[in-house]
């Protein structure tokens, strides 16, 4: 089953594909749906993009659910270790 739940945002970095050059990702895109590499039924799909480079400046993850659970729980570890001030 497909949710179609697609939520879209903003986002300020960097990311680098195998073999290519940094690039500044403007653009973030999650969804949870069927994975195009991944060996899993369903993931959670993460696309992180600079829209105004074309379609070669993007870097895509499919994550398991649990998987994912625990990458938001190590990104929320990660920033509340920072010093304050450090995380704005």
């Not at 993931?43 to 993850?61: Q, Y």
């Not at 990458?71 to 704005?88: E, K």
Request: hydrophobic share 45%.
């Amino acid at each position: 089953m497909c949710t179609y739940a697609t939520v879209r945002d903003e986002v300020d970095g960097s990311a680098k594909g195998p073999g290519g050059p940094w690039f500044h990702v403007s653009d973030v895109t999650v969804y949870f749906d069927h994975p195009v590499h991944a060996m899993a039924e369903h993931t959670l799909n993460i696309d992180f993009a600079d829209p105004a480079k074309g379609p070669s400046a993007r870097v895509a993850v499919e994550l398991t659910a649990e998987s994912a659970r625990r990458l938001v729980a190590a990104v929320q570890a990660a920033l509340a270790a920072a010093p304050d001030g450090l995380t704005g």
